[in-house]
């Protein structure tokens, strides 16, 4: 009787292997796999593979980890590549005009994260106005037997809530406000059609007429920087920002000094430029409230993210329609 | 009416004391040391009282007040009147309905989502530098959760309304079923309890539901439940509460009320699954000025006699 074959390496390409190839790019700091989601149903290529040289030109699925970047270079080190699997609602580290050039489909994490971000943006917005944060520190310090007196915060009801990006995450922001007794606005690329709130064709305007402004939009070259001093100003000494899109929609360094200088009431932020570093001038400040990018992060929406991304690259090699595919426009 | 003595019993807002000081002869109650003196000397012309959800007209403070007749709350709360001693004396008692209705009910969601998705600890995390080092730990999903609640008057209404835009699913327990309502109705509490994943307490302070949420409920609710109330403290269990937290029995609390505020038990300070705040219900500037206006028009409508406005009495 023959012996059986020896067991192969792990990585080791397996001829009698008939599941697809996936290529996993990652930035080598990310320690964190999501290989486990991967290979029940996909074989996967690393650069540790003995046989990757080979197999990386011929390969036809990238799987990027966000936020390592997708750029021509990589498409180049890549050229069998037809579709790029992200995982991340926002994909602003993969250049989409590149793969748009090359016929390169590509996808994001879809809708899996929407209703944890709309979530987490109402909660940061009732936090700003009831100052929630700040009146859980002043329990805890034990002021409050000592002081009593606590400032009053501002109603959520009857402000006027601009939206700016429209897409999946902001429909739902609106939707939750509504019986909030907000006044919904938004700002979008297009207007919308069977959309019941007023559109601004500028965030200008849209913030001239609103009392809290929520960034929900994608980051792209439009895009960066979005809010500047003449939004800001436009949006008043009363006005708060709610930013849980992406730090680089906003410019940080007007948005501390209009902060400290007292130029708008307050912020809550999930997003920063330059992560994990956030500006200390802010740490001293009880009207705003600070989150370390976890908007999306609860286990219900990484485990609608591990299907997104499973079920878009099921339809990939079967040849069907992608799940949520992001086109460039 | 400037003849009128109007007694506060606490500081409230400076615009309710200008306003009553416009109208009437202000006593303020709280700086004075030698209160039984107070009332004596003052008792004749003393025909109304303002209190608020901390100090009301209770029956030692009505007895000393023999011309007393009309108690105007700057609260929708009355749990701290002595309401049968006003009806048995025709003292007419107002509060602040409606007005506050709103701010309830959005801070009751905001705590809910605050103490899920642990807000309030996360930006301790990033103000202490943490972020450097470690991303923050997954925090558990609002949208879509069972939402319990128990007293569906104005607030608790409210507070579904808003929770059903989050797709959650709505329950509720109230001394009787509300035939017009959609939600499931539990005639008990416990079974609201084992049915919800979010138990949020809005309903009034009376002896029947005082401790309302005790050792039993929370054990019901279990190590995966939160409570929210925005009540009174007197409805939780407070001693039960604590120990439930310290040992897991219950996976959180965002609490507006104690049972002795200003006091809050000092167990709960370390603890990330909850969130504490200081009776801040209906504590903005909107809202502040209306129950004010609502106060004054009440004790206007009384000494002008026309109709009350807003009576409990």
């Not at chain 1, 037809?82 to 609602?89: D, M, P, R």
């Not at chain 1, 069977?194 to 200008?204: E, K, R």
């Not at chain 2, 019901?220 to 439940?225: I, R, S, T, V, Y």
Request: hydrophobic share 40%.
């Amino acid at each position: 009787m023959a012996s059986p074959p020896n067991p192969q390496p792990i990585g080791s390409p397996d001829p009698n292997d008939n599941l697809p190839l996936v290529l996993v790019h990652r930035l080598p700091q990310f320690t964190t796999t999501f290989n486990h989601w991967l290979q029940p149903h996909f074989r996967i290529l690393e650069p540790s593979d003995p046989s990757f040289s080979i197999r990386s030109k011929t390969v036809r699925a990238l799987f990027c980890m966000g936020p390592t970047p997708v750029n021509s270079e990589t498409l180049d080190q890549f050229p069998s590549v037809e579709c790029v699997v992200g995982t991340s609602a926002g994909i602003d580290h993969i250049d989409l005009a590149e793969c748009n050039r090359r016929r390169v489909m590509v996808t994001n994490a879809g809708d899996a994260f929407s209703e944890d971000v709309a979530d987490y943006a109402v909660g940061l917005l009732i936090d700003v106005l009831r100052r929630v944060s700040a009146a859980d520190r002043f329990v805890r310090g034990g002021l409050w037997a000592v002081n009593g007196e606590y400032p009053l915060g501002s109603k959520v009801g009857g402000k006027r809530i601009g939206i700016v990006g429209l897409g999946s995450i902001g429909s739902m922001v609106a939707k939750r406000l509504e019986p909030f007794g907000c006044i919904i606005a938004y700002n979008s690329r297009r207007k919308k059609l069977n959309v019941p709130f007023p559109y601004y064709s500028t965030v200008q305007d849209l913030a001239t007429n609103s009392d809290a402004l929520i960034l929900c939009c994608s980051l792209t070259s439009e895009t960066r920087h979005l809010i500047n001093k003449d939004v800001m100003m436009a949006l008043g000494k009363k006005g708060v920002v709610i930013n849980v899109g992406r730090g680089a929609l906003v410019d940080e360094k007007e948005l501390v000094e209009f902060l400290v200088q007292g130029e708008i009431a307050g912020a809550g932020l999930d997003v920063f430029e330059d992560e994990p570093n956030v500006p200390k001038e802010l740490f001293g400040l009880d009207n705003v409230v600070l989150s370390p990018h976890k908007a999306v992060t609860t286990p219900e929406s990484i485990e609608r993210l591990r299907k997104a991304i499973v079920g878009n690259l099921d339809a990939f090699f079967a040849n069907k329609p992608l799940l949520s595919q992001v086109k460039f426009e | 009416m400037d003849n009128v003595g109007v007694l506060m019993l606490c500081p409230i807002s400076s615009y309710l004391e200008q306003e009553l000081n416009k109208r009437f002869k202000l006593l303020k109650f709280w700086p004075i040391t030698s209160k039984t003196e107070f009332l004596k000397e003052n008792s004749n012309y003393i025909r109304a009282v303002v209190g608020n959800s901390a100090c009301g007209a209770d029956s030692e403070l009505i007895d000393s007040l023999p011309k007393l007749e009309i108690v105007s709350s700057y609260s929708v709360g009355v749990d701290k009147i002595d309401l049968v001693k006003c009806k048995e004396r025709g003292i007419r008692v107002t509060n602040t309905p409606d007005v506050l209705t709103d701010d309830v009910a959005d801070l009751a969601i905001g705590l809910a989502i605050a103490t899920l998705r642990k807000i309030c600890v996360s930006d301790g995390f990033v103000r202490n530098g943490l972020w450097k080092n470690r991303d923050f730990e997954l925090t558990t999903k609002f949208s879509g959760k069972s939402v319990g609640i128990v007293g569906l008057g104005r607030i608790g209404s409210a507070i579904a309304k808003r929770a059903e835009a989050f797709g959650c699913s709505l329950s509720y327990h109230s001394r009787s079923q509300k035939l017009d309502i959609n939600y499931k109705y539990y005639s008990n509490i416990i079974n609201l309890a084992t049915n919800c994943e979010i138990l949020i307490v809005a309903c009034s302070l009376t002896e029947e539901s005082r401790h309302i949420i005790n050792r039993e409920v929370i054990n019901a609710l279990g190590p995966k439940g939160i409570i929210i109330n925005v009540g009174r403290g007197a409805h939780v269990d407070e001693l039960e509460l604590v120990s439930a937290l310290l040992e897991g029995r219950l996976g959180g609390a965002g609490l507006d009320v104690f049972e002795n505020e200003p006091d809050v038990p000092e167990q709960l300070f370390g603890l990330e699954n909850v969130v504490l705040v200081s009776h801040v219900g209906s504590d903005t500037v909107e809202t502040c000025k209306a129950m004010a206006d609502l106060v004054i028009e009440n004790l206007e409508a009384y000494f002008m006699n026309k109709t009350l406005v807003t009576s409990v009495v």
